[in-house]
């Protein structure tokens, strides 16, 4: 057993924000072509689930940009200090959404200050002097006279005539009595005077001008776990940003999300919109899941996978170690710890797609095949570190309902048709039920906009079952196949999908009663 590995095995650091520093972000990114498509100056949004490397990306990016001698801003929105106030919905979006553009704003406040003491440009004093009026706009104080207290008191009054009658002779004298009555009314209205804070974009956007006029700089702010804003206050939130910020070429906002956790944009009447116009104030057309899809190229997504993890295990390993031992291409790597390539192509599949899922179960796989005194992992080590990992980590986080619905779709797909494959229609990407399965990474995402020949007009997304939903069936008679091969005398109802000349999956389509929760 090689300490030295077992030691940087152990020392992975699986999230990138547990990155300590720069260096260590670099020296374990894989370039996978997103770098170039963000380094620009476009407002963008990146999608991507949890684990594809969201943040990676932005720390990658963020360190180039810095090269620039421009000023980054990453904002981790879970970390905002009104996080705390996310999930209570009482006060108003309008309220909410303000106080986290708040804090935004005070995060471009303390790197721009650090970038000021660091680099002391010549206008600094007017750029501290911008900065500080663009802060101010942000919270101007503002009272409104808000009503209490209404109370009502009712009064009666009475005026009483009161009269006789006396009879003497030749004399008759007569005495009325009469009762008069007069309501009367009065009012209290007690009120007090309420003080607010409000934003005043104009000024905000002027001031921020300015700033980036002084410094001669581009500022870049990198939202990073957009989705863990609520839905509703998100676009109030976009579309603070958008009115004082999308106005000024010098500022760029990048932001990383989940897509089907994210709202940017209320549209309102007349075509008038809340939040930001997709692919007119920013584009929207960058998703991490489309570069790890295993089916549409597995070559090259288990060449990048090796990269990860090799840059990964070099990382935490002493300077030289790995020539010492001459071990000094990727390739060798996972040569050194797999006993063939097609081992660790079976892990690449196992983790579909998911950088982090891939380093979870080759962890559990590396540490199973020193318990077995094993030198190599092997394909059954892989089988059973994907199927503890999906029961661990995947399976607990769905609830019961939800399990119902995947083990409807599990007996339909794998069990009746013994595929692992499946189409929904186009519209149903958006279901609840789908975009939960999605996000808990137990389906997977294959293609979108897939047109069917023979249903003109309707389109289909294609999606894929969980490696541990059937790792334990795959060397039983129920074994998915997945994939069947052209064949000529086959109709069109039985071979639908072809991803290129050589295959093609079944037709299965699953309807929105398939997908309803019990």
Known sequence: MDSEI???????????????????????????????????RNNQIIYGRRGTGKTHVFKYLASELKIGNDIVVYVDCRTLSSASSFEDSRPSR??????IFRDIIGEIED????????????????????????????????????????????????????GMKVSVPQLTLDFDSKVEEESTAQTTTSYRMEEHEKLVFPDIN???????????????????????IPLDVQPFLAD???????????????????????NFT??????????????????????????????????????????????????????GYLDKIKVTSTQQVINYLFSNRAVFKELVRASEGVPRDMINIFNLAYFDAQKQNKNKIDKPIILSAARDWFEK???????????????????????NRKARSFLIRRELERNDVIQRLFDARVIHFVKRGYADKDNPGVRYNI??????????????????????????????????VPFDDKRSIRRIILTEEMLKLN
């Open 6 to 40: 077992l030691k940087a095995v152990s020392n992975i650091v699986q999230r990138a924000e547990r990155m300590i520093d720069d260096a260590k972000i670099q020296s374990t990114y894989e370039e996978i072509g997103v770098i170039p498509l963000l380094n620009n």
């Open 94 to 99: 309008k309220y909410r959404s303000h106080a």
């Open 111 to 162: 790197a721009v200050k650090q970038y000021i003491a660091l680099n002391a440009p010549n206008d600094s004093v007017l750029a501290l002097d911008a900065l500080e009026q663009m802060i101010k706009a942000t919270s101007i104080k503002e009272s409104k006279k808000r009503d209490t207290r209404k109370t009502e008191v009712r009064g009666r009054t009475t005026t009483d005539n009161v």
């Open 206 to 228: 002027y001031k921020a001008r300015e700033l980036v006029q002084h410094l001669k700089v581009n500022i870049y702010v990198l939202l990073d776990e957009w989705s863990s």
């Open 240 to 262: 603070c940003i958008n009115k004082s910020f999308f106005a000024i070429p010098h500022f760029i906002f990048k932001i990383a999300a989940l897509e089907y956790r994210s």
């Open 266 to 319: 209320i549209v309102m009447q007349n075509n008038l919109h809340i939040g930001f116009e997709l692919g007119s104030d920013i584009s929207s057309n960058l998703d991490l899941d489309d570069y790890f899809v295993f089916d549409k190229n597995p070559d090259s997504i288990t060449a990048i996978f090796a990269g990860i993890l090799s840059k990964h295990i070099k990382s935490e390993l002493p300077e």
């Open 393 to 415: 980590d995947k399976f607990t986080n769905i609830d019961d309902s939800l399990n119902y619905v995947l083990q409807r779709i599990v007996t339909e797909v794998i069990g």
């Open 463 to 496: 999606y894929t079952l969980d490696y541990g939903t059937y790792v334990d069936l795959l060397k039983t008679a129920k074994k998915p196949d997945g994939y069947l091969p052209l064949d000529e005398n086959m109709s069109s109802r039985d071979i639908v």
